[in-house]
Protein backbone atom coordinates (compact mmCIF):
# COMPACT_ATOMS: atom_id res chain seq x y z
CA UNK A 1 0.00 0.00 0.00
CA UNK A 2 3.08 2.01 -1.10
CA UNK A 3 1.68 6.11 -1.27
CA UNK A 4 4.55 7.80 -2.64
CA UNK A 5 6.73 5.41 -5.12
CA UNK A 6 9.82 6.74 -6.46
CA UNK A 7 12.13 4.88 -8.83
CA UNK A 8 15.15 3.69 -8.58
CA UNK A 9 16.18 4.07 -5.00
CA UNK A 10 19.28 4.18 -6.20
CA UNK A 11 21.35 5.71 -9.04
CA UNK A 12 24.79 6.30 -9.95
CA UNK A 13 25.89 8.35 -13.39
CA UNK A 14 28.86 9.86 -14.86
CA UNK A 15 29.45 13.40 -13.88
CA UNK A 16 27.81 15.40 -17.17
CA UNK A 17 25.31 12.40 -18.07
CA UNK A 18 21.48 13.67 -17.82
CA UNK A 19 19.63 11.70 -15.69
CA UNK A 20 16.09 11.60 -14.52
CA UNK A 21 14.33 10.09 -11.80
CA UNK A 22 10.18 9.46 -11.20
CA UNK A 23 8.32 9.57 -8.40
CA UNK A 24 4.45 8.47 -8.44
CA UNK A 25 1.75 8.59 -5.98
CA UNK A 26 -1.94 6.66 -5.50
CA UNK A 27 -2.86 9.42 -2.90
CA UNK A 28 -4.50 11.52 -5.57
CA UNK A 29 -3.01 14.68 -4.70
CA UNK A 30 -2.63 17.81 -6.19
CA UNK A 31 0.82 18.78 -5.29
CA UNK A 32 4.31 17.13 -5.69
CA UNK A 33 7.49 18.45 -4.42
CA UNK A 34 11.09 17.17 -5.18
CA UNK A 35 13.35 18.09 -2.39
CA UNK A 36 17.31 17.49 -2.81
CA UNK A 37 18.89 16.26 0.89
CA UNK A 38 22.50 16.41 1.21
CA UNK A 39 24.33 14.27 3.83
CA UNK A 40 24.20 16.35 7.13
CA UNK A 41 21.83 19.08 5.87
CA UNK A 42 18.36 19.55 5.68
CA UNK A 43 15.85 18.95 2.70
CA UNK A 44 15.81 21.72 -0.09
CA UNK A 45 13.12 22.13 -2.15
CA UNK A 46 13.69 22.72 -5.99
CA UNK A 47 9.91 22.91 -7.37
CA UNK A 48 6.42 22.05 -6.64
CA UNK A 49 3.74 21.54 -8.79
CA UNK A 50 0.36 22.38 -8.27
CA UNK A 51 -1.49 20.26 -10.62
CA UNK A 52 -0.09 21.45 -13.78
CA UNK A 53 1.35 24.81 -12.35
CA UNK A 54 5.02 24.61 -12.30
CA UNK A 55 6.59 26.77 -9.36
CA UNK A 56 10.50 26.80 -9.20
CA UNK A 57 12.66 28.06 -6.05
CA UNK A 58 14.84 31.03 -7.21
CA UNK A 59 17.58 29.31 -5.88
CA UNK A 60 17.51 25.98 -7.95
CA UNK A 61 19.75 25.79 -10.63
CA UNK A 62 18.78 25.51 -14.30
CA UNK A 63 20.26 21.94 -14.18
CA UNK A 64 17.15 20.68 -12.44
CA UNK A 65 13.77 20.36 -14.63
CA UNK A 66 10.92 18.69 -14.20
CA UNK A 67 7.73 17.29 -15.60
CA UNK A 68 4.33 16.45 -14.64
CA UNK A 69 2.24 14.24 -17.41
CA UNK A 70 -0.45 13.76 -15.01
CA UNK A 71 -1.78 13.66 -11.63
CA UNK A 72 0.31 10.57 -10.44
CA UNK A 73 3.51 10.98 -12.06
CA UNK A 74 6.16 13.74 -11.87
CA UNK A 75 9.66 13.15 -12.85
CA UNK A 76 13.26 15.18 -11.80
CA UNK A 77 15.46 16.03 -14.64
CA UNK A 78 19.17 16.90 -13.86
CA UNK A 79 20.41 17.72 -17.35
CA UNK A 80 24.52 17.96 -16.74
CA UNK A 81 24.94 16.03 -13.25
CA UNK A 82 27.93 17.78 -11.25
CA UNK A 83 29.90 15.97 -8.54
CA UNK A 84 27.35 18.36 -6.01
CA UNK A 85 25.00 17.25 -7.37
CA UNK A 86 25.29 13.71 -5.52
CA UNK A 87 22.28 13.77 -2.89
CA UNK A 88 19.35 12.39 -1.93
CA UNK A 89 16.49 13.47 -4.10
CA UNK A 90 12.79 12.98 -1.85
CA UNK A 91 9.27 13.76 -3.74
CA UNK A 92 6.68 14.43 -1.62
CA UNK A 93 3.03 15.15 -2.19
CA UNK A 94 0.28 17.22 -0.39
CA UNK A 95 -3.54 17.11 -1.01
CA UNK A 96 -3.37 20.96 -1.16
CA UNK A 97 -1.43 24.21 -0.73
CA UNK A 98 -2.45 25.26 2.59
CA UNK A 99 -0.10 25.19 5.35
CA UNK A 100 -1.98 22.82 7.60
CA UNK A 101 -1.70 20.19 4.64
CA UNK A 102 0.67 17.28 5.71
CA UNK A 103 3.34 16.25 3.15
CA UNK A 104 3.79 12.67 2.25
CA UNK A 105 7.07 12.16 1.17
CA UNK A 106 8.62 8.81 -0.60
CA UNK A 107 11.58 6.86 0.22
CA UNK A 108 14.22 8.81 -2.15
CA UNK A 109 16.08 8.42 -4.68
CA UNK A 110 19.98 8.42 -3.69
CA UNK A 111 21.76 9.59 -6.54
CA UNK A 112 26.08 9.12 -6.88
CA UNK A 113 27.80 11.34 -9.61
CA UNK A 114 31.02 9.50 -10.84
CA UNK B 1 20.86 33.15 9.58
CA UNK B 2 19.43 30.27 8.65
CA UNK B 3 15.50 30.44 8.84
CA UNK B 4 15.37 27.26 11.01
CA UNK B 5 18.11 26.13 13.52
CA UNK B 6 18.76 23.18 15.61
CA UNK B 7 21.38 22.06 17.52
CA UNK B 8 22.88 19.37 15.70
CA UNK B 9 23.39 16.94 18.78
CA UNK B 10 24.21 14.08 18.64
CA UNK B 11 22.51 13.65 21.63
CA UNK B 12 23.40 10.65 23.02
CA UNK B 13 20.69 9.08 25.91
CA UNK B 14 20.59 6.30 27.80
CA UNK B 15 17.11 3.97 27.65
CA UNK B 16 14.62 5.48 29.80
CA UNK B 17 16.08 9.00 29.83
CA UNK B 18 14.14 12.27 29.40
CA UNK B 19 15.77 14.52 26.25
CA UNK B 20 14.64 17.61 25.05
CA UNK B 21 15.42 19.27 21.62
CA UNK B 22 15.15 23.23 21.01
CA UNK B 23 14.48 24.82 17.69
CA UNK B 24 14.23 28.57 16.55
CA UNK B 25 12.79 30.35 13.68
CA UNK B 26 13.69 33.88 11.64
CA UNK B 27 10.31 34.34 9.93
CA UNK B 28 7.72 35.79 12.48
CA UNK B 29 5.25 35.40 9.98
CA UNK B 30 5.42 31.66 10.33
CA UNK B 31 1.56 29.77 10.72
CA UNK B 32 2.20 25.95 11.10
CA UNK B 33 5.19 23.99 13.04
CA UNK B 34 6.00 20.59 13.07
CA UNK B 35 8.23 17.70 13.80
CA UNK B 36 9.33 15.30 11.75
CA UNK B 37 11.98 12.18 12.16
CA UNK B 38 14.06 11.05 9.80
CA UNK B 39 15.75 7.41 10.13
CA UNK B 40 19.55 6.88 8.51
CA UNK B 41 18.95 6.64 4.83
CA UNK B 42 15.39 6.99 4.91
CA UNK B 43 12.45 10.00 4.23
CA UNK B 44 11.21 12.22 6.98
CA UNK B 45 7.91 11.23 8.47
CA UNK B 46 5.47 13.48 10.17
CA UNK B 47 6.00 12.64 13.92
CA UNK B 48 3.67 15.58 14.91
CA UNK B 49 2.50 19.26 14.62
CA UNK B 50 2.79 21.83 17.33
CA UNK B 51 0.05 23.83 18.27
CA UNK B 52 0.52 27.35 20.72
CA UNK B 53 -0.99 25.67 23.30
CA UNK B 54 1.51 22.70 23.19
CA UNK B 55 0.57 19.07 22.45
CA UNK B 56 1.50 15.39 23.34
CA UNK B 57 1.56 12.45 22.10
CA UNK B 58 2.48 9.41 24.19
CA UNK B 59 5.84 9.88 25.06
CA UNK B 60 5.98 13.23 23.27
CA UNK B 61 5.44 16.44 23.76
CA UNK B 62 5.96 19.53 21.48
CA UNK B 63 5.85 23.38 22.90
CA UNK B 64 5.71 26.55 20.68
CA UNK B 65 6.80 29.98 21.70
CA UNK B 66 5.53 32.01 19.08
CA UNK B 67 7.16 35.69 20.87
CA UNK B 68 10.43 33.67 21.11
CA UNK B 69 10.09 31.94 17.81
CA UNK B 70 11.14 29.07 19.98
CA UNK B 71 9.55 25.15 19.12
CA UNK B 72 10.63 22.17 21.47
CA UNK B 73 10.24 19.06 21.39
CA UNK B 74 10.49 16.57 24.94
CA UNK B 75 10.97 12.95 24.56
CA UNK B 76 10.35 11.16 27.94
CA UNK B 77 11.40 7.70 28.72
CA UNK B 78 13.39 6.84 25.64
CA UNK B 79 13.73 3.66 23.86
CA UNK B 80 16.17 2.14 21.29
CA UNK B 81 13.72 2.74 18.38
CA UNK B 82 13.89 6.02 18.91
CA UNK B 83 17.14 6.51 18.00
CA UNK B 84 16.86 8.91 14.60
CA UNK B 85 17.72 12.42 13.53
CA UNK B 86 14.26 15.17 14.59
CA UNK B 87 13.91 17.64 12.27
CA UNK B 88 12.20 20.94 13.11
CA UNK B 89 9.93 22.40 10.24
CA UNK B 90 8.20 25.10 9.67
CA UNK B 91 6.41 26.46 6.80
CA UNK B 92 6.84 29.39 4.96
CA UNK B 93 4.36 32.05 4.80
CA UNK B 94 3.49 33.13 1.26
CA UNK B 95 0.45 31.34 -0.30
CA UNK B 96 1.54 28.30 -1.07
CA UNK B 97 2.95 24.76 1.47
CA UNK B 98 6.32 25.42 1.54
CA UNK B 99 8.07 23.55 4.56
CA UNK B 100 11.50 25.29 5.27
CA UNK B 101 13.69 22.51 7.13
CA UNK B 102 16.29 22.72 10.11
CA UNK B 103 19.53 20.33 9.31
CA UNK B 104 18.41 18.03 12.44
CA UNK B 105 19.27 17.11 16.10
CA UNK B 106 20.58 13.52 16.13
CA UNK B 107 19.88 11.35 18.93
CA UNK B 108 21.21 8.01 19.79
CA UNK B 109 19.34 5.90 22.80
CA UNK B 110 21.83 3.17 24.14
CA UNK B 111 21.07 0.08 26.37
Known amino acids: DAMVIQNPRYQVTQFGKPVTLSCSQTLNHNVMYWYQQKSSQAPKLLFH???????NEADTPDNFQSRRPNTSFCFLDIRSPGLGDAAMYLCATSSAQGSTDTQYFGPGTRLTVL | RKEVEQDPGPFNVPEGATVAFNCTYSNSASQSFFWYRQDCRKEPKLLMS???SGNEDGRFTAQLNRASQYISLLIRDSKLSDSATYLCVVNHPGGYNKLIFGAGTRLAVHP
Open chain 2, 50 to 52: VYS
Open chain 1, 49 to 55: YYDKDFN
